[in-house]
């Protein structure tokens, strides 16, 4: 009996010391600056050191500026996300703002450590952002449960440092542009004050990487879209045809049984909805037991749909920690932050190296250059669509095309809007010279990826 007392005494000493620690922070003064509270920080930022910036003077000031007007912004609150918060509110951060649009899964709980069993269904933008507003005394965490695209260009324009802990490359891309829309330029010289540094922080597995990015100066996200992984598909010959493994079993469900059954009405599959998961996975068992193949699991399953990359909450810490200091070194200015892409790999060992990624001058998203197309008149527009899509440098999603003829808009093609789209879609089949396209058109072009609308210059080729 004394044995099962123990663990119970433990857990309410802990809870009771975390109480007194946060109650007793809050009233040493109305700042919550108790003696020696910051002596951490004030090692880095009051004395000399080996490492610190060639222009840097040890001051007080910079330590003020931390606590006092330094606005952060941290995109995800997720196993990245989690990591970032509460390293940044422990290095002296304390107005700092994070968005996320999910809300807490079970499965998150094994490794995104703001958030409890009682928590799950609620948004993780505000559950995160409670934890460490109740648990660091003056820290001031504004929590935004929408998505980034909710907010327009006076939201982002007030933080001094924006930093990323997504799983979307779309998301990236998107706020790599944002904040490439915020420079200004005088005289074609851009103007430093409009710079919003971007630290971006990613991780798969036993793999990650961090990298700083001044937009307008150094290589942004589509300079080097190359180095993203492409998202695994399956061909659906494959899939329809000649399955070999559990996925493609999975896939055959989702893709081809989902919408010919519609065992839920006009409902689209939702990879949050144990109903929906469910009735994949048996129909993916069906599949695959008629094609003797093992290892279609529930658990698969749910990672086929949701595109679920492993998370290992020991990489999650390195890449945050990386981060959270690259932060540190831009917002107080003392150390040479990192030029400008560190690799982290533990797979086999613990492997680390950083290198210097190069600026694309015909970067679609910040040369400021209008991209060449190269096509014959007598392409399709269904194959311009298809280069939009498939070429590495560009990786669209969802082109919507627009040019101007004889004065007037003309949308080529557009398939985010039903209506749109049927109307736009004979287009495809049609040759540039009969949509009346000539040499030297400009081609506005519209993607998901980006807030803004990216130039094409058409070439035509013999």
Request: glycine share 6%; charged share 25%.
């Amino acid at each position: 009996m004394a044995d099962a007392e123990e663990p119970e005494k433990k857990r309410r000493r802990i809870e009771d010391l975390t109480e007194k620690m946060a109650v007793d922070g809050g009233h040493r003064d109305g700042a919550c600056n108790w003696d020696g509270r910051w002596n951490h920080v004030r090692k880095f930022l009051e004395r000399p050191g080996p490492f610190t910036h060639p222009d840097f003077e040890p001051s007080t000031e910079s330590l003020q500026f931390l606590l006092e007007t330094c606005k952060i912004l941290v995109i995800g609150a997720g196993g990245l996300g989690c990591e970032l918060l509460k390293n940044l509110a422990l290095s002296g951060f304390r107005l700092i703002h994070v968005v996320d649009m999910d809300t807490i899964d079970v499965s998150n709980l094994n490794r995104q450590f703001l958030f409890r069993p009682k928590d799950v269904g609620r948004p993780k933008a505000d559950v995160a952002a409670d934890f460490i507003n109740n648990r660091i005394p003056g820290c001031k965490v504004v929590p935004h449960f929408k998505k980034i695209q909710d907010f327009d260009e006076s939201f982002y324009r007030q933080f001094h440092i924006i930093v990323c802990g997504l799983d979307s490359i779309i998301a990236r891309r998107w706020m790599n542009g944002m904040l490439i829309s915020l420079l200004s330029y005088e005289d074609g010289v851009l103007d430093p004050s409009s710079i919003i540094p971007l630290i971006d922080g990613g991780t798969e597995g036993f793999k990650g990487n961090a990298r700083v990015i001044l937009p307008g100066m150094t290589a942004c996200i589509d300079c080097t879209l190359e180095l993203y992984p492409p998202q695994i598909n399956f061909p659906m010959c494959t899939i329809a045809s000649m399955p070999r493994l559990p996925e493609h079993c999975i896939e055959y469900a989702r893709i081809l049984q989902w919408p010919k059954e519609k065992p839920f009405g006009e409902t689209s599959l939702d990879g949050d909805n144990p109903e929906h998961i469910q009735w994949v996975f048996d129909r993916a068992q069906e599949r695959a037991a008629e094609f003797n193949i093992t290892g279609v699991t529930y658990r698969l399953t749910q990672g086929v749909v949701k595109r679920i990359i492993p998370a290992v909450a020991s990489t999650n810490a390195v890449i945050a920690a990386a981060c959270a200091t690259e932060v540190f070194k831009i917002a107080t200015s003392a150390y040479i932050p990192l030029n400008n892409y560190l690799v982290f790999n533990d797979v086999d060992g613990l492997y680390t190296y950083s290198f210097e990624a190069e600026r694309k001058d015909n970067c679609s998203a910040c040369s400021q250059v209008p991209q060449d197309l190269q096509f014959p008149p007598s392409a399709k527009l269904q194959e311009v669509l298809e280069y939009l899509t498939e070429n590495a440098s560009l990786q669209m999603k969802s082109p919507a095309i627009t040019t101007t003829l004889e004065g007037k808009n003309k949308t080529l093609y557009l398939q985010s809007v039903k209506s749109i789209e049927e109307r736009t879609r004979p287009n495809l089949c049609k040759t540039l010279k009969e949509l009346g396209l000539s040499d030297g058109q400009e081609l506005a072009v519209a993607d998901v990826t980006t807030p803004q609308t990216v130039l094409f210059k058409l070439n035509f080729t013999a």
